[in-house]
Every structure is written in C-alpha cells, then in structure tokens.
C-alpha cells in the first residue's frame, strides 16, 4: 500500500524538486558593460554682460548696450554619452552659439585701428559654438547617483565681426583652437523618482601653455548648471535646467594687417532650457 502511495507521489515529487534546482539555478541578467545615452536641451540665452575690445587702441565696447544684445537668443545644447561598467562615462558634447544684432552707434567706436562713427547702423555677430570630448569616473557605486571627476577637451571656434550695413566698414576675428578642462558633475536622487544634478568644466591658463606658441594670452571658461529632473520612465528623463557660462581671454595674439593682436573679450551668460534623456540603462 505505502509502496503504491510512493508511486503514485514520485512524478509530483520529481517535478518539484526540478523547480527548486531550476529556482536555485537561475542568475540574475548581468548589467551590460555598455550603456549609451542621448540628451537634448532647448531654450534661451540671456546677456549678462559681454565687453570686448580689439586692438591696443580699440574702444571698450559693451555688446548689450552698444550691439543691442539684450534680447533673449535661442539656446541648444546636444551631448551623447557612452557608460562603461557604470562607472567610466565619455561624453560628446556639441553646443551652437551665435548672436547676431543690429544697432545704430550711439558714440564712436575704433575697433582693430578703424573708426566707425557714431550714428553707424552695424551689425555685432558673435559665434562661440563648441565641441566637446569628455571622461569622467563616477565614485559612487550606486546605479541611482553620481559624483564623479574628470577632464575634457574642448574645441574653440570663435567668429567675432563688426559690419556696417552699407558695407564699407568691417572688422572681424576668428580663432579655432584646443581648451582643455577640469570637470565634475553629480545626480542625486530626491523623492518619487525626481532627482538634483549639477554639472561644472571649467579651466583658466595661458594659451602659449596650450598651443606652444608664444602668444600672451590668457583664457578662461567656467560652464556651470543646475537641473532638477524626473525620471518618468525607467529609460528616460526630463529636466529643468539653469547654466552659467563664462569665460574670454585678454592678452597680444599673433598680429594681422589689420589688427596688432592684442584683444580683450569677456562674457557672462545664463542659459535657461528643457531637456530630456534617453538612456539604453534602466
């Protein structure tokens, strides 16, 4: 009797013992060595202040009250991000940057040794967009935060001109060149799947030390940001973000037939924008 009772229970006794070895055999997905992500921001741009002056002789010019550049411009910044074992992040950077305005002189400007009398309807055009390749290490190894440390490279393209409309009068300097930068940035979580982020590069060194020319240059930039996010979905965010961008130079550069070189080029910038993430990792 007791040896039909076994028989009878032996296939459901199998079968359960293959679940427990099948349960305890089965591993978790390994998180992939590779993660990418792509992030995009939209908004505007607001002249805090921006002074330049060309030439030894040039004239202190205030771009918001001189070039008329007090309006607000629109604001794009687009980046895409390789994660490494989560921990080692590069980052391509690519942000577009040109304001253009139109203004009748209020008083006489030299620039680059040519006058350009007051009453002059010019256009100001200020193009600095930049290219920028990025590597930072994370040191918290939880996947929802970041703190991490880093350098990157960035790749100058400034196109500076004054024109006036009529055509008989123009002065302009461009200039590409390599900026490297110091580099820190955080994400951390806040509540309900929202989440604080900062963002800062930044560097100040003379360029002779960046190029090995002999130039006596000295330039800046500070790019600073601040976003509060939510992470909707386990692919993706969006943000709200706040950036503060600084930086020019002063100095002698390399001399022109119409220019002696020397140069003095300061803006302060803020940036408001909204942004959203893809992300290949949940």
Do not use: C, K
């Not at 942000?95 to 620039?111: G, N, Y």
Request: aromatic share 10%; glycine share 10%; no cysteine.
């Amino acid at each position: 009797m007791f040896g039909a009772m076994l028989g009878a229970l032996s296939p459901q006794l199998g079968a359960a013992q293959d679940a427990r070895g099948a349960e305890g055999s089965e591993q978790t997905p390994s998180d992939p060595d590779l993660g990418v992500r792509a992030t995009a921001e939209l908004g505007f741009l607001a002249v805090v202040d921006h002074d330049i002056r060309l030439g030894s002789d040039g004239t202190d010019i205030d771009d918001r009250s001189d070039g008329s550049q007090s309006n607000l411009y629109q604001f794009t910044r687009l980046s895409v991000e390789l994660d490494l074992w989560r921990r080692h992040h590069v980052t391509f950077l690519y942000q577009p940057l040109e304001l253009v305005s139109d203004a009748v002189l209020r008083r006489d400007l030299r620039i680059d040794g040519l006058d350009f009398p007051q009453g002059t309807p010019v256009r100001f055009v200020y193009g600095f967009p930049f290219f920028r390749l990025s590597w930072d290490y994370d040191l918290l190894p939880a996947p929802d935060s970041l703190v991490a440390l880093g350098v990157a490279l960035q790749l100058r393209n400034a196109d500076i001109a004054f024109e006036s409309l009529d055509g008989t009068l123009y002065r302009g300097r461009n200039d590409v060149g390599p900026v490297p930068l110091l580099r820190a940035r955080g994400r951390i979580p806040i509540v309900d799947r929202y989440f604080f982020g900062f963002e800062v590069d930044g560097f100040n060194a003379p360029m002779s030390v960046l190029n090995g020319s002999d130039t006596e240059v000295t330039g800046a930039i500070l790019d600073l940001s601040l976003r509060l996010g939510w992470r909707f979905h386990d692919h993706a965010d969006v943000f709200f973000n706040l950036r503060y961008l600084d930086g020019g130079a002063v100095g002698t550069g390399d001399p022109t037939p119409t220019s002696d070189g020397q140069q003095s080029n300061w803006l302060h910038f803020v940036t408001v924008s909204l942004g959203a993430t893809l992300d290949s990792r949940p």
